[in-house]
């Protein structure tokens, strides 16, 4: 009985669907842009398996729908062994490559070579995933069997047919998006609150009345969140970068309002300016808007190095306008940031045009991520140019960021997509690991806008389009820590780069979405104009850094 049940469930698979599914499962074997733990790529593997199988049924309805001919039974067999054999072929050996593959990415990224790829734990993870695939796949099947063969009471069969798919399709849209998807959102979102909630023991309420969450402060310790006490309570103090700099230095200053500071991002706009004011950030040589990523959290790596660049002459100032991490923020509250965005860069640049010209600090804006995107949209350019902040410093802005996109789009012919020129270099440059900035023959205008970005880095380099194109940045010449193996293959490489892009973060530092300091260095030294730094200089405070 046992047996025939086997047998019976084996004959219910599509061969045609197996052979296809093969092929999609090899080709999530080869390199994308950072390297795959097993588990991720068993999970990776099982849904490429399964939308391969499912393209293979797909087009074999088509074909009989069609009624285009078919190959008589006794040699069709013959035929699908033969493809089997040689389907099965390339899977092994694409198994037994895995870890080669794998390995180039690796080494690119000065990681420790894998002596193997885990195939068995891998086949293993990509079954499971197939099933639960499959079985999701047939349940929607019987709905929509279920559903026309009903209607098929009443109105023409092949109308039938098309209003149970579409019934089918509504049913499990609204079940996935409606309740799975905003049950799981609630929680996180729960979960995320009461973390930014907590006081960690490290951080301590500054005792200085200059400093944000004080008693003396406009802004509560306890409405700072979790991202801001961090951010207010870190960094160089004035004794720290005194002792590196062995000259005299100031206490940095730097101003964060926490989402629980005010209800809406307008009312913690007006509430940081305040603060700005109150402790004297508009006497130091430098202010920088940031706009933090989605949990608010702000990258020390890129206003630490800014702060001992400047000997601590700088303020700056933030707001959180969300508890999620910047991927839920972004498919939740895609607009809120750059609201909240928006909101504090109009406060504070409304002021700062009141300042004497000279007698006022440079503007500039920082973002990284989700916050490198919503700070693109906090101005557009017709309402600054009467005024013109000083520039931008944008690290790993998301594939949707508008600006980022028009001008990549528009680089100048034979510049890589990776790093793009554009036009002159007067007024955008583009750097990653190695420092680009310096162009030869290109001078700078009033504004100076640079964006930081690794070729690895799936957030930015995440193409929708990848779903049946090639990505003009797989061209050659490739991206430093890009595998040379890396190829295009139509529906498989948009979800490898989709896997990528949740890894992105858990990167080595200086490649995927983790920005190094000796490259936000390298940045803000171009975008800030700094002088009187010496070559050895620079080299001590990345070593420095790096020590860290």
């Given at each position: 009985m046992m047996r025939g049940w086997t047998i019976r469930l084996l004959h219910s698979f599509s061969l045609v669907g197996l052979l296809t599914g093969t092929l999609f499962f090899a080709a999530s074997l080869t390199p994308s842009l950072n390297p795959r733990a097993a588990l991720m790529q068993g999970v990776l593997s099982g849904l490429c398996l399964a939308v391969g199988y499912g393209i293979g049924v797909f087009s074999l309805w088509l074909w009989t729908y069609l009624e285009l001919p078919?190959?008589?039974?006794?040699k069709a067999r013959p035929v699908k062994r033969i493809a089997a054999l040689i389907c099965a072929a390339i899977a092994l050996v694409f198994l037994?490559?895995?870890?080669?593959?794998?390995?180039?990415?690796?080494?690119?990224?000065?990681?420790?070579?894998?002596?193997?790829?885990?195939?068995?734990?891998?086949?293993?993870?990509?079954?499971?995933?197939?099933?639960?695939?499959?079985?999701?796949?047939?349940?929607?099947?019987?709905?929509?069997?279920?559903?026309?063969?009903?209607?098929?009471?009443?109105?023409?069969?092949?109308?039938?047919?098309v209003a149970g798919v579409s019934v089918a399709v509504l049913l499990f849209g609204s079940i996935i998006n409606g309740v799975l998807l905003r049950y799981a959102l609630h929680v996180a979102d729960g979960s995320y609150q009461k973390l930014d909630a907590l006081v960690e023991d490290k951080a301590r309420q500054p005792a200085d009345p200059a400093k944000t969450g004080s008693a003396a402060s406009l802004i509560d310790w306890e409405h700072l969140g979790r991202t801001g006490r961090e951010f207010v309570t870190t960094g160089p103090a004035k004794q720290d970068l005194q002792s590196f700099l062995k000259r005299d230095a100031l206490e940095p200053i730097r101003v964060y309002a926490g989402l629980r500071s005010a209800d809406t991002a307008e009312e913690r706009a007006r509430l940081a300016l305040a603060e700005l004011k109150r402790v004297g950030a508009f006497?130091?040589?430098?202010?920088?808007?940031?706009t933090p990523t989605g949990t608010g959290w702000i990258d020390p790596a890129a206003i630490d190095t800014l702060e001992y660049l400047r000997g601590g002459d700088v303020a700056s100032v933030a707001i959180q306008y969300s508890y999620l991490p910047s991927w839920l923020s972004l498919m939740v509250e895609p607009g809120y940031g750059g609201d909240a965005a928006r909101a504090l860069f109009a406060e504070v640049y409304r002021y700062w045009t009141t300042l004497p010209?000279?007698?006022?600090?440079?503007?500039?804006?920082?973002?990284?991520?989700?916050?490198?995107?919503?700070?693109?949209?906090?101005?557009?350019?017709?309402?600054?140019?009467?005024?013109?902040y000083q520039g931008a410093l944008w690290s790993g802005p998301?594939?949707?960021?508008?600006?980022?996109?028009?001008?990549?789009?528009?680089?100048?012919?034979?510049?890589?997509?990776?790093?793009?020129?554009?036009?002159?270099?007067?007024?955008?440059?583009?750097?990653?690991?190695?420092?680009?900035?310096?162009?030869?023959?290109?001078?700078?205008?009033?504004?100076?806008?640079?964006?930081?970005?690794?070729?690895?880095?799936a957030v930015t380099f995440f193409e929708p389009k990848s779903f049946y194109r090639r990505p003009d940045w797989m061209a050659q010449p490739r991206g430093p820590d890009?595998?040379?193996?890396?190829?295009?293959?139509?529906?498989?490489?948009?979800?490898?780069?989709?896997?990528?892009?949740?890894?992105?973060?858990?990167?080595?530092?200086?490649?995927?979405?983790?920005?190094?300091?000796?490259?936000?260095?390298?940045?803000?030294?171009e975008v800030t104009d700094v002088q009187g730094w010496t070559t050895d200089d620079i080299v001590r405070l990345k070593r420095h850094f790096a020590e860290r």
């Amino acid at each position: 009985m046992m047996r025939g049940w086997t047998i019976r469930l084996l004959h219910s698979f599509s061969l045609v669907g197996l052979l296809t599914g093969t092929l999609f499962f090899a080709a999530s074997l080869t390199p994308s842009l950072n390297p795959r733990a097993a588990l991720m790529q068993g999970v990776l593997s099982g849904l490429c398996l399964a939308v391969g199988y499912g393209i293979g049924v797909f087009s074999l309805w088509l074909w009989t729908y069609l009624e285009l001919p078919m190959p008589a039974p006794g040699k069709a067999r013959p035929v699908k062994r033969i493809a089997a054999l040689i389907c099965a072929a390339i899977a092994l050996v694409f198994l037994w490559r895995a870890s080669e593959w794998q390995n180039s990415i690796r080494t690119l990224m000065e990681l420790k070579p894998v002596d193997s790829a885990q195939p068995l734990k891998i086949g293993l993870i990509a079954l499971i995933t197939f099933v639960l695939a499959l079985m999701l796949a047939r349940l929607f099947q019987i709905t929509f069997r279920l559903v026309s063969g009903w209607l098929a009471l009443f109105i023409p069969r092949r109308i039938a047919i098309v209003a149970g798919v579409s019934v089918a399709v509504l049913l499990f849209g609204s079940i996935i998006n409606g309740v799975l998807l905003r049950y799981a959102l609630h929680v996180a979102d729960g979960s995320y609150q009461k973390l930014d909630a907590l006081v960690e023991d490290k951080a301590r309420q500054p005792a200085d009345p200059a400093k944000t969450g004080s008693a003396a402060s406009l802004i509560d310790w306890e409405h700072l969140g979790r991202t801001g006490r961090e951010f207010v309570t870190t960094g160089p103090a004035k004794q720290d970068l005194q002792s590196f700099l062995k000259r005299d230095a100031l206490e940095p200053i730097r101003v964060y309002a926490g989402l629980r500071s005010a209800d809406t991002a307008e009312e913690r706009a007006r509430l940081a300016l305040a603060e700005l004011k109150r402790v004297g950030a508009f006497d130091r040589s430098i202010l920088v808007i940031i706009t933090p990523t989605g949990t608010g959290w702000i990258d020390p790596a890129a206003i630490d190095t800014l702060e001992y660049l400047r000997g601590g002459d700088v303020a700056s100032v933030a707001i959180q306008y969300s508890y999620l991490p910047s991927w839920l923020s972004l498919m939740v509250e895609p607009g809120y940031g750059g609201d909240a965005a928006r909101a504090l860069f109009a406060e504070v640049y409304r002021y700062w045009t009141t300042l004497p010209r000279d007698h006022r600090p440079k503007l500039y804006l920082h973002g990284l991520s989700l916050g490198a995107m919503n700070s693109e949209q906090s101005n557009e350019l017709f309402e600054v140019l009467g005024d013109p902040y000083q520039g931008a410093l944008w690290s790993g802005p998301p594939y949707s960021s508008r600006i980022w996109r028009s001008i990549t789009r528009n680089r100048n012919p034979g510049s890589p997509a990776w790093l793009p020129r554009f036009r002159d270099g007067s007024y955008v440059r583009f750097t990653n690991q190695n420092n680009a900035l310096d162009i030869p023959n290109a001078h700078w205008g009033p504004m100076r806008i640079v964006y930081l970005q690794y070729a690895s880095d799936a957030v930015t380099f995440f193409e929708p389009k990848s779903f049946y194109r090639r990505p003009d940045w797989m061209a050659q010449p490739r991206g430093p820590d890009v595998s040379a193996d890396l190829r295009w293959y139509p529906i498989v490489t948009f979800l490898q780069l989709a896997v990528d892009m949740v890894a992105a973060a858990t990167m080595p530092m200086g490649h995927g979405h983790v920005y190094a300091p000796e490259h936000y260095i390298d940045a803000w030294i171009e975008v800030t104009d700094v002088q009187g730094w010496t070559t050895d200089d620079i080299v001590r405070l990345k070593r420095h850094f790096a020590e860290r």
